[in-house]
């Protein structure tokens, strides 16, 4: 087992390494891969040092599969060549997600999609992984009509530079280079990715098409408002659902309880509900303030949180590459 991580050096390269070494994934080489101004650096490993390379190395090193961080671009130009010499390519990137001959795979949900001909596999958009696992088992019982989501993202999603910029100016930096168009410290900027013509966000728009791709099903409507705050542990999320069929609250709870890689945090009487914090380094999607909307009937209220870089980046990538192992595709 051949195993290659492409953008080894970046938040979610890093994080992925961690990831795979807490899940105990068996490989007998591990191949670091990054851009041409990385390699050669060393990044320890489980204790040991292991040789950062370039990508055009790693493909002639065929792997068997080989987990994306490296960004869209690199991912159009680089994917397809791993894919040519035989590589399960998982992709972290947006570039494959919307793509109709690939897959979007949130194991838990659809990983049977995959197929030994699957060379190419999108990970979803972190926002979208945490909202589609508390949305695929009630889709599934009472059928979602509309989906209502606004989102409290954590500057870690936007990578190291950010959080470089929220430190600095907490320490009362002002120099500090900016990723955001404004200062992000004790501010909330409801603008992630960039302004489409529609006047939503690019992070908005992924969710909308994302969430109808996983679900399989284009009729579930879905509108979003992505915001970025100064947190750190991970994305927040408010969704208000609507259903075509009745529904008990008790119920909800109930297979949201039993439902792999959920739990449900929500005994508000005694100030339990999900907090970036309680996220933080961990894989599970929390989901509490479960309520009814009372101003409109088959309808509720949701509160979701999850870190970004684990399931909704890393842990997401690594159960896919479990998956195509234990089923034996690799």
């Known amino acids: 087992m051949k195993l290659a991580i492409v953008g080894a050096t970046g938040l979610v390269g890093t994080e992925m390494l961690t ?9 007998d080489e591990l191949i670091l891969a990054a851009s041409p101004r990385s ?30 961080s490296a960004g869209s671009g690199p991912s159009l130009e680089y994917a397809p060549k791993f894919a040519e010499v035989g590589t399960f390519v998982i992709d972290n990137s947006s570039a494959w997600r919307m793509d109709p001959d690939k897959k979007l795979v ?3 949900i659809n990983a049977k999609e995959l197929t030994q001909d699957t060379k190419i596999i999108a990970n979803p958009n972190c926002s979208t992984i945490q909202m ?13 009509n509309r989906v209502v989501v606004s989102t409290y993202q954590s500057v870690t999603g936007t990578g ?7 430190m600095a100016e907490r320490a009362g930096n002002k120099d500090v280079e900016k990723v955001y168009p404004h200062t992000i ?5 409801p603008h992630i990715d960039v302004f489409m013509d529609n006047g939503y966000t690019k992070e908005e728009m992924k969710m909308v098409n994302e969430t109808k791709k996983i679900l399989s099903d284009d009729s ?29 609250i008790e119920e909800i709870k109930e297979i949201l309880s039993n439902t792999p890689g959920v739990i449900v945090k929500d005994d508000p009487a005694n100030n ?45 990538a690594v159960q896919i590459a479990e998956y195509l192992v234990s089923s034996g595709l690799v």
């Not at 990831?19 to 490989?27: H, M």
């Not at 190291?160 to 929220?166: P, R």
């Open 272 to 316: 339990v509900y999900p907090m970036p914090l309680d996220t933080h380094r961990k894989d599970d999607v929390l989901v509490g303030r479960i309520r009814r909307d009372e101003t409109q009937e088959k309808s509720l209220n949701l509160w979701i949180v999850a870190d970004n870089l684990r399931k909704g980046a890393a842990t997401n």
């Open 39 to 68: 390699a050669g650096k060393e990044i320890k490993v489980a204790g040991k040092p292991v040789k950062v390379i370039t990508i055009d190395e790693a493909i002639s090193k065929k792997p068997d599969i080989a987990i994306f």
């Open 220 to 248: 579930v409507k879905v509108t979003a408002t992505a915001v970025r705050l100064p947190v750190m542990g991970g994305h927040s999320e408010s969704v208000n659902i609507e259903f075509d069929n009745e529904f008990d």
């Open 132 to 144: 589609v696992l508390v949305l695929a088992p009630l889709h599934e019982k009472f059928k979602i």
């Open 160 to 166: 190291k530079a950010a959080v470089d910029q929220l």
């Open 19 to 27: 990831v795979l070494e807490e899940r105990n994934f068996k490989y």
């Open 185 to 189: 410290d004790m501010n909330v900027l």
């Open 106 to 108: 949130v194991p838990e």
